[in-house]
Nanobody
Framework: QVQLVESGGGLVQAGGSLRLSCVAS????????MGWFRQAPGKEREFVSA????????RYADSVKGRFTISRDNNKNTLYLQMNSLKPEDTAVYYC?????????????????WGQGTQVTVSS
């Protein structure tokens, strides 16, 4: 069992930056694949980024590639999402998630544990 708590969301103008954090507690953080997803009002949850626990390789949705960076600090049991050049269409609730068996997956049902989400609002 692992518990995930996101923070760092807020209101920012277009072109601005935010850094989201996700602190994990419970089982060994380094053994999980981690990911970020988001859900905008009236839309389905969508993949943002994922990171394999073993190789550290990263993958990104096309919509955020070049603007967002996923990283993790296993010593602090923390996952990050650095978001730069934010756009109004990035407005959503952002969730971090952990997977035991599907490290690096972009599919939400592969993830076993979810945080409560943090709101990101980008004004134009």
């Amino acid at each position: 069992q692992v518990q995930l708590v996101e923070s760092g969301g807020g209101l920012v103008q277009a072109g601005g930056s935010l850094r989201l954090s996700c602190v994990a507690s419970g089982r060994t953080f380094s053994s999980y694949g981690m990911g970020w997803f988001r859900q905008a009002p009236g839309k389905e949850r969508e993949f943002v980024s994922a990171m394999r626990w073993s190789s550290g390789s990263r993958r990104y949705a096309d919509s955020v590639k070049g603007r967002f960076t996923i990283s993790r600090d296993n010593n602090k049991n923390t996952l990050y999402l650095q978001m730069n050049s934010l756009k109004p269409e990035d407005t959503a609730v952002y969730y971090c998630a952990a997977t035991v068996d599907h490290s690096g997956s972009s599919v939400d049902y592969d993830y076993d544990y979810w945080g409560q989400g943090t709101q990101v609002t980008v004004s134009s």
